[in-house]
């Protein structure tokens, strides 16, 4: 069955394999609606990323144009992962379901989200102008009560007015009548007693004098004298109105005295009353003066904290100018949060990028399976077993190489090993002739020396002497022979000087086994692999790889080895190599590596 060019462009999108949809005509329709979804989704995100640039850089559209390209490549790249991964297996009778789409759901979930703001932003621009101015005074309003908190301008203008007020009232006490001075009613009040006493008291003495000298008057009499035949004035000195007149003499001058007693004490507290009254004034006055110039001072400092105020108000609200993305963003979340219809129009924008997103993965699981699933599915398989079987050919020939490998190191070493005894047989021959000749021409000399000391001694009639004397053969200095080889020659007491010890080694007894290092604190232990691979040695601690190095046999003597561990390299000396047990001597003869074999 043909296909369109446009199914052709949109499988493309699906992420489905060509090859296999084109032998499948059921599912070309299927594929290319996915195809188209995923399409229309990295257009949507196309042009939603390139807004946000558009606003990032401030209307370049260079920076425009290769964002939001960008970001349309990059969600295609996600949502057609999200449709790929998305398998059926034809051998199971019921397919899953909840477990593809749950994973999926919160990964379409914040790609719908991230698509849907730009746009959002843009569907609700007026509003969003409109918050933001709302929101940018409520900032700035916010920002100069902060300032002011922070610079204490409040309290400085409640002080100022106190001042003010202070000042206010020290001159209107200053000014004030007596009578509303503090202590000065007390003082004028007892001035007036005093002067009532005093008024009293000269009018007393006005009357005491009145009827003083209306009795003073009576005791003048007119008389007759004969003898001049005249009338004549005269003044009774005694009798009841002189006594009388005496009696108010008296009084009036007593009066008089207590007047006199009584205006000194009210003049007294007059002047009492008027000092407290100078006193108060000058001090409400002095008050006033203070607090006129602590007011001044608080006026001045109120000025200058209000022009702090006004230029940090005023870099602020050129900040505030800004209106980016982000700012648009959260005016926008602000309006939705206060007016119902925008935030329910915003939620269906969104709602719709959601399902718009997650559409391809519902349709991927909820269609039957095609014949382009069951294609896919056997072809992955044979694909995969026939990876499996080529492994395991690789695998094989490896092995036959390791195998081989190992063959002929068994068989070198075995040439290697039967030429040593070969050479130290041949050598053991030579050392046991040399010393035979060489005892033989000792035991010779020995005789002719000793035959030369008994011959004038003895005469030729004498019984020939039948005594053998015991041989003593001289002492060499000795390195004994090692009795690892079978040399065929009889053991005797003399070794050979200067011969070093041949152990054999067998490569194959280290190879492929695990060794436990007895001695270490933690589990440690040794794997030696193939010497002529890299990395041939590996150290594990607790079951776990801790470290890779290499390994190898000296060149001129196989029992010294040398193992290179964190780049450093140490010789050993093997001592012992059994299938069970291995003991390593370092070359400074005081390391020591005690390990066993595990089974």
């Not at 007015?161 to 001075?181: G, L, V």
């Not at 002095?286 to 608080?298: N, T, V, Y």
């Not at 709602?351 to 269609?367: A, D, G, M, S």
Request: one cysteine or more; glycine letters at 4%; proline letters at 4%.
């Amino acid at each position: 069955m043909p296909y369109t060019s446009i199914q052709y462009f949109f499988w493309l999108f699906s992420g489905v394999e060509i090859s296999l949809l084109k032998q499948c005509p059921g599912d070309y329709n299927r594929q290319a609606g996915i195809g188209f979804t995923i399409f229309m989704t990295c257009l949507f995100a196309a042009l939603a990323g390139g807004f946000a640039a558009f606003r990032f850089s401030d209307g370049n559209w260079i920076a425009t144009i290769v964002f939001g390209f960008v970001w349309g490549l990059l969600i295609f790249s996600i949502d057609r992962s999200m449709v790929v991964t998305l398998k059926k297996d034809p051998t199971k009778e019921k397919q899953s379901f909840w477990e593809p789409f749950l994973t999926r759901l919160v990964l379409a979930a914040l790609l719908a989200f991230m698509i849907s703001i730009p746009l959002e932003i843009k569907i609700f621009e007026k509003v969003i102008n409109i918050q933001l101015d709302e929101d940018i005074q409520n900032s700035i309003s916010n920002y100069g009560s902060k300032l002011k908190d922070n610079t204490g301008i409040e309290g400085v203008a409640k002080e100022e007015e106190k001042q003010e007020i202070i000042a206010k009232e020290a001159s209107e006490k200053a000014n004030a009548a007596n009578s509303s001075i503090p202590g000065w009613r007390s003082l004028h009040d007892e001035a007036l007693i005093f002067g009532k006493s005093e008024i009293d008291a000269l009018k007393y003495a006005s009357q005491a004098r009145i009827e003083k000298e209306r009795a003073l008057a009576k005791t003048y009499v007119q008389k007759y004298n004969p003898e001049t035949n005249q009338t004549y004035i005269h003044q009774e000195r005694r009798g009841r109105n002189w006594n009388t007149y005496l009696a108010k003499r008296n009084e009036e001058a007593q009066f008089k005295r207590e007047a006199r007693d009584w205006g000194a004490k009210k003049n007294k507290k007059a002047a009492e009353a008027d000092a407290l009254a100078e006193d108060y004034r000058a001090n409400q006055k002095k008050l006033g003066e203070s607090a006129e110039e602590r007011k001044k001072r608080e006026t001045a400092r109120k000025d200058s904290l209000q022009d702090v105020i006004k230029k940090e108000k005023a870099e602020y609200e050129k900040k505030q100018k800004d209106r980016g993305f982000v700012r648009q963003y959260v005016a926008m979340e602000n309006a939705a949060k206060s007016d119902a219809g925008v935030w329910f129009f915003l939620w269906v924008i969104r709602i719709l990028f959601f399902t718009i997103e997650i559409l391809p993965t519902i349709v991927k699981l909820k269609t039957p399976l095609g014949d382009y699933d069951r294609k896919l599915f056997y072809h992955e398989k044979s694909f995969a077993l026939s990876l499996a079987n080529n492994l395991e050919v690789l695998r094989q020939k490896e092995k036959i190489r390791f195998d081989n490998e190992i063959a002929i190191a068994k068989q070198v070493e075995k040439e290697r090993y039967d030429q040593e005894i070969s050479l130290n047989k041949d050598i053991l021959q030579e050392i046991a002739t040399k010393q035979q000749d060489i005892a033989k021409r000792t035991l010779k000399e020995w005789h002719k020396n000793e035959k030369a000391k008994l011959a004038p001694k003895v005469s030729i009639a004498q019984t020939p002497i039948t005594a053998k004397p015991d041989v003593i053969l001289p002492v060499v200095p000795n390195v004994p022979v090692s009795p690892s080889f079978d040399t065929g020659i009889p053991s005797t007491s003399h070794t050979i000087p200067n011969m070093p010890i041949v152990t054999q080694i067998e490569p194959s007894v280290l190879l492929r086994k695990q060794w436990r290092h007895l001695d270490a604190k933690q589990n440690e232990m040794y794997i030696f692999y193939n010497p002529n691979e890299p990395n041939n040695l590996h150290k594990i601690v607790e079951g776990k790889l801790k470290e890779k190095g290499e390994w190898l046999f000296d060149a001129l003597d196989k029992n010294f080895i040398t193992i290179d561990l964190s780049g450093k390299a140490d010789k050993y000396k093997i001592t012992s190599l059994t299938e069970n047990n291995l003991s390593l001597v370092h070359t400074n003869g005081i390391k020591r590596l005690e390990m066993s074999a595990v089974n």
